[in-house]
């Protein structure tokens, strides 16, 4: 017996569109009425451009550690200071 006729039979209502998780509708509010942006989306992007500065920084870092002491230290080049 399939399942339509068999709810059928029993009373009870067609199954609807299952729920896919992951794909639920952003419900947080609009930053502004006109701007397609909700809070959730804006706090997402603040919080990845923070994470990107951090990579950032830590790159700008480390390429001072090589240019300033591996470098010399390998004797790829020298410093003229």
Do not use: C, N, Y
């Not at 009870?12 to 909700?38: E, Y």
């Amino acid at each position: 017996m399939g399942e339509a006729k068999r709810r059928s039979e029993q009373g009870l209502p067609p199954r609807g569109p299952q729920k896919q998780p992951g794909s639920a509708k952003d419900t947080s509010p609009r930053l502004a009425p006109w701007l397609p942006l909700t809070r959730r989306q804006a706090d997402h992007f603040v919080q990845v451009s923070t994470q990107g500065a951090w990579v950032g920084i830590a790159a700008l870092v480390l390429f001072w550690i090589t240019v300033r002491f591996i470098g010399p230290a390998a004797g790829w080049w020298t410093l003229t200071d």
